[in-house]
């Protein structure tokens, strides 16, 4: 198992010299924005727009409260089908490009990568990872943001505050079924086994990271699927990067795109993998250097 993981080990998707390419902002340059929320967005157009009605009014409330508070909102269209690309453009209009921008991926990648395509194109001087279907409050990235403050001193200014669901567990498991269940217990025992042992949710959408742990966090990763949020955590461990777990408000939101039994096989053939693959060497962490 250990040869077929470091045979079948890829490279990262693409490296920092595609990263730089062109005038467009990176994730090398300097923050010019208090904070970058990105948005994977796969065939969402039905859900997106209650997610962005509601975080766009936070983030004007907030700006006019605070005029020295600055933002972006980055859709990543990640090869849908629908009309999630236009849907979202509807904000850039509205709110100008500078406030919502929309990139737009031919070929679906997976969530882990269009996270990272928005992350690397991002100003923010904290970047928050949130889902298009809302089902967090985007109110609680102030208890995300708390989070990050109670981890202070940063080193090299480096720190990950993860909102987490694990309080809701038990009225969760009432409502599922024994075999998703199952599934459920099986996924979170690989995972404090193999990769990540003290955050109990690794899964919630909405994780917010200061931009240098974002740099060498994202760098470094490999995983574009559903398992990427562990190997992102699991990258932070190595790096020795605080990391905060915090409770947030849920709501199960109808629309997902994980297939319980084939989702979760692949997510915890990933998560062998990428045990294996740092283990063996064929994936190796990289520091990167900020501009």
């Known amino acids: 198992i250990c040869a077929i993981a470091h045979v079948t080990a890829k490279t990262m998707p693409y490296g920092d010299a595609e990263c730089r390419k062109g005038s467009a902002p990176n994730i090398h340059d300097p923050a010019t924005r208090e904070l ?21 009014d936070y983030l004007e409330k907030r700006q006019k ?21 236009k849907v979202a453009k509807e904000y850039c209009k509205k709110y100008g490009s500078d406030k919502v921008r929309v990139i737009s991926l031919e070929k679906n990648r997976g969530k882990g990568g269009a996270v990272r395509t928005g992350v ?3 100003r923010g001087k904290m970047i928050l990872m949130a889902d298009a279907d809302g089902a967090t409050k985007f109110a609680d990235i102030e208890k995300v943001e708390e989070g990050l403050k109670n981890l202070r001193p940063w080193p090299e200014g480096m720190a990950i505050s993860c909102g987490s669901r694990a309080h809701l567990e038990k ?11 199952l599934l459920m217990y099986g996924f979170h025992f690989l995972v404090w086994f193999l990769c990540v042992k003290e955050i109990r949710d690794t ?3 909405f994780k ?19 398992a990427f949020d562990v190997e992102l955590l699991y990258i932070a ?18 629309g997902s795109k994980l297939v319980p039994f084939w989702s979760w096989l692949q997510m915890g053939r990933d998560l062998l993998f990428i045990r ?16």
């Open 36 to 56: 970058s929320v990105v948005v994977p967005s796969y065939n969402e157009e039905n859900r997106l727009p209650v997610m962005m009605d509601e975080a766009l």
């Open 65 to 85: 409260q605070d005029p020295s508070f600055t933002y972006e909102v980055i859709v990543v269209n990640d090869g849908s089908k629908d009309q999630t690309a």
């Open 120 to 122: 690397f194109s991002s």
């Open 171 to 181: 009225d969760s498991i009432a409502k599922r079924s024994y075999f998703r269940t």
């Open 203 to 205: 899964q919630c959408g």
């Open 208 to 226: 917010l990271l200061t931009r240098e742990a974002a740099l060498q966090t994202f760098s470094n990763l490999h995983i574009e699927r559903w």
């Open 237 to 254: 461990q190595r790096l020795k990067i605080p990391i905060a777990e915090v409770a947030v408000n849920w709501t199960e939101i109808e």
């Open 276 to 291: 294996l693959r740092y283990m063996t060497g064929a994936w190796k962490l990289e520091a990167k250097k900020c501009n």
